[in-house]
């Protein structure tokens, strides 16, 4: 039985200096695999290094972000096997094997999962560390690292999935999540991450407020339930509370309380419509 074919997808916005060693290295490991560059609207070179490599490349006319990169790159490989990394130079080529290795026990994706040397600085560390535990807390299974965009995956799999995902950088958090909620087996495998090379596309202010936003994203995208049941538990105390102290003081039921158990039950109401909303979005996907 003939291995499966191999693309490594590299989303790339302005890396030529990158590209440069990166391209070599990749194709020094696997001659035979196909290697992608998804060119998202580059103002430096990054096109011509790509060529100049042997790689293929899809160009974007104006840039449409990392997720979109990433859903154009997985859409165009050809390979039945998807190596997905960044282009910054962070990833190592020589973990692939690695990962591969571990994908072939019967896993349908495999996350390089970055050590704590590898975060950028505190905040990122912080950060990621929230997110994997929310995430771990939503699924019931240990995430440890849900924003690494370095993972191997079986593109049938993946494919499945790609209207859920977002055009901006979360496209791992999304993928992972979808991943555990339509019943896939998702391993990990520790990597250390080097320093990118040039800036990063990143803005703290910006994309804190998004990661934040994702942070919702990912517990409502799996179990609504988990999320709004808990609010509407503590909206239920506080008019609980409410009450026994006005009852005790002025012996009577405030509007107060009675806003808050309105609170409760549509908070609860709102996820229990959500959970059916998901159910319904995955029973599709198992039929594409």
Do not use: C
């Amino acid at each position: 039985m003939a291995p499966p074919t191999l693309s490594i997808v590299l989303p790339a916005k302005n890396e030529a200096n990158s590209l440069r060693k990166l391209l070599p290295a990749l194709r020094e490991i696997y001659s035979d695999a196909e290697i992608l560059v998804v060119n998202d609207g580059s103002s430096d070179e990054t096109l011509e290094v790509a060529q100049a490599a042997g790689a293929k490349v899809v160009t974007h006319a104006y840039s449409m972000g990392n997720g979109a990169a990433v859903k154009h790159g997985a859409r165009a490989a050809t390979g039945e096997i998807i190596v997905f990394m960044d282009a910054d130079g962070q990833h190592d080529p020589g973990d692939i094997p690695r990962l591969l290795e571990r994908l072939f026990e019967g896993f349908d994706m495999v996350v390089g999962a970055r050590d704590s040397t590898s975060q950028a600085s505190l905040s990122r560390r912080l950060g990621n560390s929230f997110y994997n535990r929310l995430s771990s807390w939503v699924t019931g299974h240990r995430i440890e690292d849900l924003t690494s965009g370095f993972r191997v995956v079986r593109a049938k799999r993946f494919r499945e999935f790609l209207y859920l995902l977002p055009n901006g950088f979360s496209y791992p958090t999304t993928s992972t999540m979808a991943f555990f909620r339509a019943g896939y087996l998702v391993s990990y495998v520790p990597i250390h991450a080097n320093k990118r090379e040039g800036k990063s596309h990143i803005n703290l202010v910006k994309d804190g407020i998004r990661f934040f936003l994702i942070i919702l994203k990912v517990a409502t995208l799996y179990s609504p339930l988990k999320v709004f049941t808990p609010i509407s538990f503590v909206f239920f105390m506080l008019g609980a509370g409410n009450y026994l102290y006005t009852y005790l003081l002025e012996g009577r039921f405030t509007n107060m309380s009675a806003l808050m158990f309105i609170t409760a039950i549509l908070v609860f109401l709102m996820g229990l419509i959500s959970e059916q909303i998901a159910n319904l979005l995955y029973a599709n996907t198992s039929q594409r």
